[in-house]
């Protein structure tokens, strides 16, 4: 059986050298005689397992000591509400950027802990670009900055790690791993798994330090506490065991390709070949501002809306799967994340190219 183009903006494609080495240990992990989902979370081999992800993914990204790299559960969603129920530290405001579904989600949560300054949006550009650095309008009191690096949605994502005088904090669910980001530039860092790390059900926080531990005076649960998780090396309660591994194998991966660096390469290479398609087409569109314009996520319409069921069914039957835009903006999307081989954008550029010919 032929393994399919996958596009899908999450859960999204793995590659397939990591699905090979989780079947090979399947029934019968390094001879133990059983799964890595069937061991204790304290044993050997898992705490093995889990340190050695937790090595490998501060060898990629160059996380400094000073942080400590948690593996929770609850999805980035979750951040969405521990974030100000450990970072406020005593303050009662917090800066976000709304750029984005993903941005707005965040601002929603976090208005049931704090007052919300949302310092810009782009929503009356229906999220088609980022608001100008100079129309933000930061409060010098904010507990923190919070923005989207990458909207999976729209397809936008920032051109440079934004400066701000209060510990910046990013969701990089759908751009983390996808090039170099330079770690200490942040406060926290969040990313779901199920992009470009592993399957779902686990998500990394990457947190400095010294921004830990003021939770417990809000009488916040020790299970949304950062630093519960950190005392414990992210094994307080039972962690997501067989995704913690699995991400360790695309860790693993990805050092074999050349770490961040060589993927940025590739990404850049497969995202400008899409869009300098899209855009030489004449018949597919992409609405963002050429500079905003995402490496992971790449939406576009037809220029005849009719088709696009077509467009679905055409691409479905050879192949190109998960194709249809996310269902508040329509159109198509395709997820470009680093476990999409550069074959499988320029066989989609090629099926673009042939349905435009028939159908343009
Ligand atoms: C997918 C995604 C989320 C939500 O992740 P869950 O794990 O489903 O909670 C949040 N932010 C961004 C940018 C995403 O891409």
Redesign the pocket.
Known sequence: MARVHNFCA?PAALPEAVLKQAQEDLLDFQGHGLSVMEMSHRSKEIVTIAEQAEQDLRDLMGIPDTYKVLFLQG???SQFSMIPMNLLRGKTSADYINTGQ?SKKAIKEAQRFCKVNVVASSEEQSFSTVPARSEWKLNSDAAYFHY?H???IGGVEFDKIPKVDVPLVT?L??TILSRPFDVSRFGLIYA?A??NIGP?GI?VVIVREDLMGAAATNSVPSMFDYKTHADSDSMYNTPPTFAWYLAGLVFKWLKAQGGVEAMAKINQRKADKLYGMIDGSGFYANPVEPIYRSWMNVPFTLGDASLDSEFLKQADSNGFLNLKGHRSVGGMRASIYNAVPESSVDALIGFMKDFEQNHG
Request: charged content about 20%.
């Open positions: 999450g999805g980035a969603s993903w989207t990458n909207e999976t969701d669910s759908s779901g199920q992009k779902a998500t």
